[in-house]
């Protein structure tokens, strides 16, 4: 069964860093376009990044563009997301997803990243 498990969110000081990870289990990630998403309390989700097969199209939302950077450890199976910078307006709870097709077709559970003072 494939299965996403993202790692690596906690509680920070705004200005802080924290590094997301996004493991594969039983699928590998290196061959599909992998997003990053967030949700807060009471607002939609939100796709901020994504990394397609071999690196060629890296897309990130405005919102985080200039702080976060997306990329791959095909060794380890893994995708990471580097956040710097981090406002308070980042907390959120934040996922991986993997695309087969047309949509983002499996999920991780969730890191919780809290910016606060």
């Known amino acids: 069964q494939w299965q996403l498990v993202e790692s690596g969110g906690g509680s920070v000081q705004p200005g802080g860093s924290l590094r997301l990870s996004c493991v594969g289990s039983g699928i590998a990630l290196d061959y599909y376009a992998i997003g990053w998403f967030r949700q807060a309390p009471g607002k939609e989700r939100e796709g901020i990044s994504c990394?397609?097969?071999?690196?060629?199209?890296?897309y990130y939302a405005d919102s985080v563009k200039g702080r976060f950077t997306i990329s791959r450890d095909n060794a380890k199976n893994t995708v990471y997301l580097q956040m710097n910078s981090l406002k308070p307006e980042d907390t959120a709870v934040y996922y991986c997803?993997?695309?087969?097709?047309?949509?983002?077709?499996?999920w991780g559970q969730g890191t919780q990243v809290t910016i606060s003072s």
């Open positions: 997803a993997v695309r087969l097709g047309s949509d983002w077709d499996y």
């Open positions: 990394i397609t097969p071999n690196d060629d199209f890296i």
